[in-house]
């Protein structure tokens, strides 16, 4: 559920590669911080892309005003 | 003859002397006292004639002259010659000077014996004023014309020899004054001009139209040519003859040069917007078939490999085309941008999703921060996306892998400022405005495939300043990241963006009936395949005719219309498309290599209700397809 608070809403979004150790690929997973700097959500899972990464995220806000 | 005798009476011959007012007539004695005394010479000279009978003429003379022994020297050469002329200052009573011109005659008795002078002075002043002030004036005018560099002027007789040379001459055409006064002006001319009279001609035609005006090669003095522009004026007397020509000849190798560089430049850029289109054609179906294998379930690793390496190089091909004609429009001046209210941080978002392939190709962290609320200005969504994604796709590949990158748009008093910053590269300080020139690759890429054509950033900053704004590169130095920053000018709080003329469809698609006009074989099929892999019913066609007896069986629900067919084109099938009458609402998009603002424009003019260049995104055209609430995108 996101916040409502605006002061708590998510501002910046960030895309992060994680690399599986046991093949040394990339997947990707995201975080979202509040104006206040809190981490205000992260995903739940890993993603096999960015751009999956990041649907996921715009279903939790992400490019929404 | 009694009356004639009368007037040889020398009392009347000296009272006509006597009475002349305009000359000063008086005679000196052997000695040169002066003896008579008229009374042009009292007016002249101011003195009454007690004043000066028995003076000597050197009274009338400057202390300089009479330093020099002049007035006794004038009575020798008239005693010797008889006769003495001279021009020069003399002194009037109070002091001042006139211009005289003085003639002395020597006075002989029948025995030749020397009985004295008469002296006969005008006053020149007035003539001699006039003539020094048109001294002064041809002295002016040489100074001007000597110090003129630019153009070769100078003067010829009437028969076309050269009599004069300035600075500007021997600049041109490298002769010295003393090598060339003298020559003929053909001399200036290559043979076959001089065979073929060019040289005479130019005098003729000046002589008979009063101007002869020419533009052709000349020759220097090693041989050289050069591009002359080339005008001749005759010069003539008071009385109308010809005194011969004024002739101006300005070098125009240079300009002639520019010309030529220009004439080049715009067939290159020509020829660029010719292939750049050509290009498009090809990869519509290329692009479209990977799009389809990319939808067929359980291919095998190496073959996936390669679709994807097909994906890759295709898209690549695809941008340098964009870029090939995007340089041809800003050289030509005619990028064209569409005006409306856009949200930047849309365009952001946007701009993210298109380089999110690159991002995570370099494995690069990304974080993205937009201020709350929309950042409206009044621009071209698409273009503006274009910028970002260029900045972004630059800064994915000049950061080495795992780097840091990061979007952040703010408001700044009215302002949007849109940052986008990298932990790579960096750039040198030199480069930090050259890199917004064409064709230069700012930094060293990290992977030289896919370096682009250098025309990115340039294009970026154009744009940026066509919307008002300003484009901005920042770096410490090498390998210490760079920072580009977007700066526009917010729209006013009234204005608000308008809803996207094409939504991107959410969730499931509908499926629709599509017709699909193309007459290019591969790039129907290959699309007609696509849409059937997103669970659209089709039906391909491949002419215009076809087209419309299909349009009234199949009864689609989209047409995808080709434009530039053979027999009826894409604009006529569009109009009569929309004569027919029709149950439900048809969808025409065109899907056409022309992009030009005049190509849209001409498109919704002919029905068309979206237009859409090769080759085609298959997300835009999805969304170009399922749009239904009748906006339009051109």
Redesign the interface.
């Known amino acids: 559920m996101a916040p409502t608070d ?1 002061f708590q ?1 998510p ?7 994680v ?1 599986r150790p046991a093949d040394r690929s ?1 997947c ?1 997973k995201w975080s979202a911080y509040a ?1 206040s700097g809190r981490l205000a959500m992260e995903s739940e899972r890993v993603f096999e ?3 999956e990464c ?1 649907e996921d995220a715009k279903a939790a806000g ?2 929404r ?1 | 003859m009694a009356g004639t005798e009368s007037l040889v009476d020398p009392l009347i011959f000296h009272l006509v002397v006597q009475q002349v007012k305009d000359y000063a007539l008086f005679v000196l004695d052997p000695a040169g006292r002066i003896m008579t005394w008229n009374l042009g010479a009292q007016r002249i000279k101011g003195y009454a004639p007690e004043e000066i009978v028995g003076r000597h003429f050197s009274t009338f003379y400057t202390p300089d002259a009479v330093a020099r022994g002049w007035p006794a020297e004038e009575l020798r050469l008239a005693t010797r010659e008889g006769r003495f002329e001279d021009e020069g200052w003399r002194v009037r009573k109070d002091g001042s000077r006139f211009w005289a011109n003085v003639v002395i005659t020597a006075l002989r008795d029948d025995d030749g014996k020397l009985l004295g002078f008469s002296k006969i002075t005008r006053d020149l002043t007035e003539r001699k004023l006039h003539e020094e002030a048109l001294r002064q004036a041809e002295e002016r005018f040489r100074l001007l014309v000597d110090g003129v560099l630019d153009y070769a002027i100078f003067m010829l007789d009437p028969d076309g020899v050269v009599t004069s040379w300035n600075a500007g001459a021997q600049r041109i055409k490298g002769y010295a004054p003393e090598e060339v006064i003298g020559k003929h002006l053909s001399c200036f001319y290559p043979d076959e001009d001089v065979e073929a009279g060019k040289p005479w001609e130019a005098l003729a035609t000046a002589r008979r139209e009063g101007r002869a005006e020419a533009e052709g090669w000349r020759l220097k003095k090693g041989g050289e040519r050069f591009w002359a522009r080339v005008v001749v004026t005759p010069l003539h007397d008071a009385s109308g003859h010809l005194r011969g020509f004024a002739k101006v000849t300005q070098d125009l190798s240079d300009r002639r040069h520019l010309q030529s560089l220009q004439d080049a430049a715009r067939e290159v850029n020509e020829f660029i917007a010719t292939l750049a289109h050509e290009l498009r054609n090809p990869l519509a179906p290329i692009r479209t078939a990977v799009e389809v294998m990319a939808k067929v379930p359980g291919s095998d690793p190496a073959q996936q490999a390669m679709r994807e390496t097909i994906d890759r190089q295709s898209a690549q091909l695809a941008r340098i085309v964009d870029d090939m004609l995007d340089i041809a429009r800003v050289t030509r001046g005619v990028l064209s941008l569409e005006q409306a209210p856009a949200d930047l941080a849309v365009a952001v978002r946007h701009a993210v999703e298109t380089s999110a392939p690159a991002i995570e190709s370099g494995r690069h962290r990304l974080d993205v921060e937009l201020s709350p609320g929309p950042l409206v200005v009044h621009g071209d969504m698409h273009r503006l996306t274009q910028i970002l994604v260029n900045l972004l796709n630059n800064a994915a590949r000049y950061t080495p892998q795992a780097g840091r990158i990061a979007v952040r748009a703010r408001r700044e008093d009215g302002w949007a400022a849109i940052e986008v910053s990298d932990n790579g590269r960096g750039i040198e300080p030199l480069m930090l405005e050259r890199i917004f020139h064409m064709f230069v690759q700012g930094r060293a890429a990290l992977d030289k495939i896919g370096a682009g054509l250098g025309v990115g950033l340039a294009l970026a900053r154009r744009i940026a300043e066509a919307h008002g704004g300003t484009l901005q590169a920042q770096s410490e130095g090498e390998n210490k990241g760079a920072r580009f920053t977007l700066r526009l000018p917010l729209l006013k709080a009234a204005a608000q963006p308008e809803d996207a003329a094409v939504q991107v469809a959410d969730g499931a698609v509908v499926a629709k009936r599509i017709l699909v006009v193309d007459d290019n074989i591969d790039a129907a099929v290959t699309l007609a395949l696509l849409l059937k892999s997103l669970g659209h019913e089709t039906c391909v066609v491949h002419d215009g005719l076809q087209a419309l007896r299909m349009a009234a069986q199949f009864r689609p629900d989209v047409v995808l219309l080709d434009i530039g067919m053979p027999g009826l084109d894409g604009y006529e099938v569009a109009r009569r498309l929309r004569a027919l009458k029709r149950e439900r609402p048809l969808r025409i998009v065109a899907v056409t290599g022309w992009g030009q603002e005049a190509d849209r424009a001409r498109s919704r003019e002919a029905g068309f209700d979206v237009h859409l260049v090769k080759p085609v995104d298959p997300t835009v055209l999805t969304s170009a397809i399922a749009n239904n609430n009748g906006a339009t995108l051109h």
Do not use: K
């Open positions: 605006r809403l501002l910046r979004w960030q895309f992060v590669p690399e990339v990707w104006q892309t960015l751009t990041m992400y490019g005003d």
